[in-house]
């Protein structure tokens, strides 16, 4: 008894997770399945034409198609101005991180260009991000939960609406719950392989798009809410933070010398006529919006109660 008293930390702080079942790939491939058909009901519907991004994503991912198959290891910048006085799209390098694009231009080179072969690519993240999502909602809570979360997920519109555009917000997200799911199974269990998992896909993130940055404070904040100041000084999170800056640091470095200023500018820009107000209340407007007001409920009630839950599944007070 005194043993426990003394190491309150070691207190597991979920509820445990029953082994992977037969119904656990069920009720994943059930989800998916019912996700990929609204995904791909309107694959073939338009052209490149959500914005002016849209377009720019995909001859960012043509050029990269083509840089891979012509391969033009003497002469780069050349075959780049080339490319540019042809395709005046081309203007996603340098401005948003190349990991998107480089898995667009390999669909591309499979099934060549075109804009189903484009939306594959988005879907194949989608698949992905609400894989990790079951994931992650099953480590906290159980099968059918995690079942009930993906597909809400899946089916918001606000996300349906970027599952089925060319657009780099569904990779991002992807690239964010998995690594929130492997930091989140770090602090949980304390496995030093989840933490260096994560590190190579919070990179991956950020190397999709600069948004991915949130991950900073998030994990500083969960790390020190749920392990304290110390957790920062384990070898494995300190290693795991040089990883990361390893793995990020050629872009950014390449960014900041050569592209910061119109990224800067880019991301301070805002409507004249917007206060500081309403930025503080844009999540308050855009919730409702976006969940409705029956799942907002349940979430703000979920949040209240969850001390409550947490005390129910764990005895701890």
């Not at 997770?17 to 990929?36: D, E, G, H, I, K």
């Not at 606000?158 to 964010?176: K, R, S, Y």
């Amino acid at each position: 008894m005194a043993t426990v008293a003394q190491a309150p930390a070691e207190v597991s702080l979920s509820c445990p997770s029953p082994l992977w079942t037969r119904r656990s790939t069920a009720l994943l491939v059930l989800v998916l399945v019912l996700s990929s058909v609204l995904i791909v009901r309107r694959i073939r519907v338009g052209e490149f034409s959500y914005n002016v991004d849209e377009t720019q994503h995909a001859v960012t991912g043509l050029f990269v198609a083509d840089l891979i198959r012509d391969h033009p290891l003497h002469h780069p910048m050349q075959y780049t101005y080339e490319y540019y006085a042809q395709y005046p799209a081309l203007s996603g390098v340098l401005h948003w991180p190349p990991l998107f694009y480089l898995a667009e231009g390999l669909f591309f080179l499979i099934l060549g260009p075109s804009v189903v072969a484009a939306r594959l690519a988005i879907l194949l993240f989608a698949l992905f991000g609400l894989t990790c999502w079951f994931v992650l909602v099953r480590e906290l809570q159980d099968d059918w939960t995690a079942a009930l979360a993906t597909a809400l997920l899946g089916a918001l519109p606000a996300i349906l609406l970027f599952e089925e555009t060319v657009m780099l917000e569904i990779p991002v997200l992807a690239w964010c719950i998995a690594a929130t799911l492997f930091w989140t199974r770090y602090l949980l269990r304390g496995n030093k392989r989840d933490v260096y998992v994560f590190a190579f896909l919070a990179p991956a993130a950020l190397l999709t798009k600069q948004n991915a940055v949130y991950l900073i404070p998030f994990c500083l904040f969960s790390g020190l809410a749920l392990k304290g100041w110390r957790l920062f000084l384990k070898a494995e999170v300190l290693g795991a933070v040089a990883l990361t800056g390893v793995l990020i640091a050629p872009f950014y470095t390449v960014v900041y010398l050569m592209h910061w200023k119109t990224i800067a500018m880019d991301l301070g820009e805002a409507p004249q006529s917007a206060s500081r107000a309403n930025e503080f209340l844009f999540y308050w407007q855009a919730l409702p919006e976006h969940l409705g007001w029956i799942l907002l409920g349940l979430s703000i009630l979920g949040i209240v109660t969850s001390r409550w839950w947490f005390i129910v599944c764990t005895g701890v007070s």
